[in-house]
């Protein structure tokens, strides 16, 4: 007689409970080897950020600010050799050498103060005789080039006093060597009338320092349009009741790379050019997208006596060859009314070349032209900053 | 009959296997579909962007171009990765639109014009949610498939990048 299972479904229900002991176990193991392997994870990444902290500081001590949130230093350093090529001579000098170190201190999130010192060795170049175009003296100068505290109250309104860049245009709101093509400014903005040096410096169109107050501020303008502005007062010529006021506003419309600037002002050239006042005003054009780096400026000067109105603009393309490189040309025009020389005329041409974005190294050549006398020299630069 | 038992049974389990392995992923996967990364900020943050308007203040705010959250009283603080993680790459392409060698001469003129530093670096996933948990207008960037480590007081904003290929 054939033995009668009586349960027919336990062999296989059995089979089942023993198949999913063994997977539930093979996931439990499965999840505890995962949970061990994140944890070594996170301990080696603990390990890692001990070690770079370690590696950082060591057994020196900490800075720490008195009572700021936040103090970040920084700076660069620039040298540059220059030779000369003019009728009578060919000369050539390591004509200038600069350190700046930024200084940032982060009292809460709405009030804030920067300051730049400024250490530099400069030989300016003298180009009272264009037959002969020399060195002057090694000028040593220590300054306290920007000092200001900023309030935020909100992002399309801040306060700014003390010293700071008047920001007008392109160039002399970037302003510092880690991020020029070249060196010397723009003439309109390094040239003093009446002064046959080329000193950059106070009385260009528009003094480039402002000690005083400014309002400033950036906003959104329909979908992707931003317009940045500002208004100023403020003196910095030996004479400190010498007042400059000034304003501008620019719009980078969307992702084009397009950017253009309105600039006016009004300025007292002081004691230089008998206390003459006059307005100037400006316009700028910046094209930075992909390969091409494109700036231009045109300031207009209305003098009111004295001396004649000026004019003083450029252009300058650039191309970026890869990340590394960039080529530039720039035509450089200014009538400078009494300087006595007529018009000038600069073209320059250079290539910069970046090992590392935070090392910029120069070779530029200048053609520089004067109308009055019918003179002109040549000059070879090549420089070096390194920022940090 | 006895072979209809044990193919039962197999099925059953392999079944039983399949349910647990992509329980476990299942998120992942479904966050890859938008993109390999995304943009995680503190979840008391009120900002209403969407789309186009949150990349561009995402954009702003790294930049430093502005400082607080558009229609919140919240000061913006963001974090980047290391310069050679995935996630950097991808933002610095797909969000800021910039190529890295832009965003070096961008912040060497923030640094130069206010004094302001480029954002800091986190590098561990778990640090950088923790740090975005702890500031309201924190803002940061991760591997979707990093996510399930997300701890609360923090949210997505949205993700960016090619999805991973399998």
């Known amino acids: 007689m054939k033995k009668q299972n009586l349960f027919p479904l336990a062999q296989p229900c059995a089979s089942v409970g023993l198949a999913l002991l063994l997977i539930s176990g093979a996931a439990s193991a499965q999840a505890d080897t995962d949970r061990i392997q994140e944890l070594e994870d996170r301990i080696d990444s603990l390990e890692d950020q001990l070690l770079d902290v370690d590696e950082r500081v060591g057994t020196r001590a900490v800075v720490h600010a008195f009572d700021a949130l936040q103090m970040d230093f920084g700076g660069f350093a620039t040298q540059r050799v220059n030779a000369v090529k003019s009728d009578a001579h060919t000369r050539a000098a390591f004509d200038m050498g600069q350190f700046e170190l930024f200084l940032k201190a982060i009292i809460d999130d709405d009030w804030e103060f920067f300051s730049i010192l400024e250490f530099k060795r400069v030989a300016s170049l003298n180009e009272s005789d264009t037959k002969d175009v020399q060195f002057g003296s090694i000028a040593n100068k220590a300054d306290l080039e920007l000092y200001w505290f900023n309030y935020r109250l909100a992002d399309s309104l801040q306060f700014r006093a003390g010293r700071f860049i008047a920001e007008h245009g392109i160039i002399n709101v970037e302003h510092f060597q880690p991020t020029l093509l070249h060196l010397d400014y723009p003439m309109f903005m390094r040239k003093k009338p009446g002064s046959g040096s080329n000193n950059s410096g106070s009385l260009s169109f528009f003094e480039r320092f402002m000690v005083g107050a400014m309002a400033h501020g950036q906003t959104s303008v329909g979908d992707d349009n931003s317009l940045v502005y500002n208004a100023y007062i403020g003196t910095d010529k030996q004479n400190g009741m010498d007042y400059q006021s000034g304003a501008r506003a620019a719009l980078s419309w969307g992702h084009s790379g397009l950017t253009t600037g309105l600039n006016f002002g009004h300025g007292n050239h002081g004691a230089v050019v008998n206390g003459n006042s006059y307005d100037f005003w400006g316009v700028d054009l910046l094209y930075d997208k992909d390969a091409i780096l494109w700036k231009n400026e045109l300031y207009a000067s209305k003098e009111d006596v004295g001396t004649e109105d000026r004019l003083g603009w450029y252009t300058q393309p650039a191309v970026r060859l890869a990340d590394k490189w960039i080529a530039f040309y720039r035509y450089d025009f200014l009538d400078n009314a009494d300087l006595g020389k007529g018009d000038q005329t600069e073209h320059v041409v250079g290539i910069n070349y970046l090992p590392n974005p935070l090392v910029r190294l120069r070779a530029t050549a200048t053609q520089a032209s004067f109308d009055l006398p019918d003179d002109d020299f040549t000059s070879f630069q090549l420089s070096a900053t390194i920022s940090f | ?166």
Not at chain 2, 44 to 70: C, I, P, Q, Y
Not at chain 2, 110 to 120: A, D, F, L, M, Y
């Open chain 2, 1 to 166: 009959m006895k072979l209809i038992k044990l193919i039962t049974v197999l099925a059953i389990g392999l079944l039983l296997s399949l349910q647990a392995v992509s329980a476990g992923t299942g998120l992942a996967q479904e966050k890859s579909e938008d993109g390999r990364f995304a943009v995680v900020i503190n979840a008391k943050n009120e900002f209403k962007g969407e789309g186009k308007d949150a990349r561009d203040a995402v954009r702003r705010l790294f930049l430093k171009d502005a400082s607080t959250w558009s229609g919140t009283k919240h000061k913006a603080k963001a974090f980047d990765r290391g310069a050679k993680d995935d996630a950097h790459i991808s933002f610095v392409t797909d969000v800021l639109e910039m190529k890295e060698s832009e965003l070096a001469k961008h912040w060497i003129m923030v640094k130069q014009k206010s004094g302001e530093t480029r954002p800091r670096e986190v590098d561990s996933d778990r640090s950088l949610f923790k740090m975005i948990a702890k500031y309201d207008g924190a803002l940061g960037f991760a591997e979707t498939s990093s996510l399930e480590d997300l701890p609360e007081g923090t949210k997505v904003l949205f993700t960016f990048g090619e999805p991973e290929k399998k």
